[in-house]
Nanobody
Framework: QVQLVESGGGSVQAGGSLRLSCAAS????????MGWFRQAPGKEREGVAA????????YFADSVKGRFTISQDNAKKTVYLQMNSLKPEDAAMYYC????????????????????WGQGTQVTVSS
């Protein structure tokens, strides 16, 4: 099992920045893909960014490219999502996720490839 705890959410004005953190614990050596997802009220959960923890390959949704970055600190078993130039449409509950297994997937931003989820952290962006 892998436990994930997100932090760093909050309220910002449009154009502002936030950095989300996802601390992993438990059987983390069994995972190699970490992702960030978000879900706004009435909408489906969508993939925002993902990173292969053993290769540093990263992926981003088109809606956040150039504004968001994903990074990791292996020693701390923590993945970060740096969000810049935030827009009101970025407001959502943000979730961290981890995929069990060492293989590669064709859709790293698909929620269906992930096995473990955190509880989420709320991001609010005012215009």
């Amino acid at each position: 099992q892998v436990q994930l705890v997100e932090s760093g959410g909050g309220s910002v004005q449009a154009g502002g920045s936030l950095r989300l953190s996802c601390a992993a614990s438990g059987n983390t050596y069994s995972t190699n893909l970490m992702g960030w997802f978000r879900q706004a009220p009435g909408k489906e959960r969508e993939g925002v960014a993902a990173i292969y923890t053993r290769g540093d390959l990263t992926y981003f949704a088109d809606s956040v490219k150039g504004r968001f970055t994903i990074s990791q600190d292996n020693a701390k078993k923590t993945v970060y999502l740096q969000m810049n130039s935030l827009k009101p449409e970025d407001a959502a509950m943000y979730y961290c996720a981890a995929r069990a297994g060492m293989g590669w997937v064709s859709a790293p931003l698909s929620r269906y490839v992930y096995n473990y989820w955190g509880q989420g952290t709320q991001v609010t962006v005012s215009s």
